[in-house]
C-alpha cells in the first residue's frame, strides 16, 4: 500500500494560497496525488485537503510539520498534517441494535476501513460473542437510571485507555453527557436514524409514519452537546408510500443508516472531513 501525508488546511480566503502550498511542496520535490479546494464566499474561509506521495518529499512528517509551519502561520490556517503509515484506532459503542455494528465489522475484515478497532463498549451483553469471535475486546458499562455518572465515566476511561482517535456510536442508545462531548469534540461520530434536522430524538421513524412523509433517511454527523443538532457528514434517503407501515420503515432505515454511516467513518477516517462551525466540509 502507497504510503501518504494528508495535508487538510483552513484559513481566510485570500490570493495566493493555492500557489504558495503547492510551490512548497513541489520546491520539496513532492508528488501530490490529489489536491481538494473550496472558498466559502459567505464567509471569506478557505479549505484544502493534499495527499501527498511521502516517497516523493524525502521528509518525516515531523520534518514536514516543521518546514511548513511559517506557511501556516503567515496564512493564519488552522491546519493539520497526518501520516497514513499511522492507522487510526476506533472505539465502537452500541446498544441492542446490531445492523451498523455488523455492517462496520464487515467492512472492517474486508480492508475497506483503514483503522484498529480497538475495542467495543455497550450497555448490553447482546454484542458480546459476534464482537469477541472478531477477536476485538468488548466491554458492558451498564447505564442506570441515577448512575450514569459513574457510567460515563467508565467509559470515559475505557476509550481514554483504547488510546482511541475516533468514537462511533454505531446505535449507541444512550445521550453522551456534555462533558465527554467536549472532551472528544470533532471525534465522535454518532448515525440518526432521520434525515436531520426532522425527527430528532427518540422513535423517528414512527414520528415519520404519524406525519406522512414520503421519504425517509439517515444522518451521520458529529456529537455535540446539543442532541441531534452536530455538524452533519453524510445523508441518505430511501423512498416510501401510504402503504408502508412503520415496521417497514425501520426496515428500510436499517439498509440507509448502515451505508451512511460507513460513508462518514471512512470520509473521517481518510481526513476528507473539516468542520466549520456547524457545518462540514466534505472532500468525498
Known sequence: ????????????????????????????????TEANQHSDLDTGCFFMRYEILADSI???ADELRQAFAPIAEEFDMTWALTDTRKRPRVVLMVSRESHCLVDLLYRWTA????????????????????????????????VKAGEKQQAFDE???????????????????????????ERYAGRVINIHHSFLPSFAG?????????????????????VTEELDAGPIIE????????????????????????A????????????????????TVVFA
Open 1 to 32: 500500500m502507497s504510503h501518504y501525508y494528508r495535508l487538510m488546511v483552513s484559513c481566510p480566503d485570500r490570493v495566493g494560497i493555492v500557489s504558495r502550498v503547492s510551490g512548497f511542496i513541489a520546491g520539496h520535490g513532492g508528488s501530490i
Open 58 to 60: 524525502g521528509m518525516s
Open 111 to 142: 480492508g475497506e476501513l483503514n483503522c484498529d478497532i480497538a475495542a467495543v463498549v455497550s450497555n448490553h451483553e447482546a454484542m458480546r460473542g459476534l464482537v469477541e469471535w472478531h477477536q476485538i475486546p468488548y466491554y458492558r458499562v451498564p
Open 155 to 181: 467509559v470515559q476511561r475505557l476509550v481514554d485507555a483504547s488510546r482511541a482517535d475516533c468514537v462511533v456510536l454505531a446505535r449507541y442508545m444512550q445521550i453522551l453527557p456534555p462533558a465527554l462531548c
Open 202 to 222: 427518540a422513535k423517528p421513524y414512527h414520528q415519520a409514519y404519524q406525519r406522512g412523509v414520503k421519504l425517509i433517511g439517515a444522518t451521520c454527523h458529529y
Open 235 to 258: 445523508q441518505d434517503i430511501h423512498r416510501v408510500t401510504h402503504c408502508h407501515t412503520p415496521n417497514d420503515l425501520v426496515r428500510f432505515g436499517r439498509d440507509v443508516e448502515k
Open 260 to 279: 451512511v454511516l460507513a460513508r462518514g467513518l471512512r470520509w473521517h477516517l481518510e481526513d476528507r472531513v473539516l468542520i466549520h462551525g456547524n457545518k
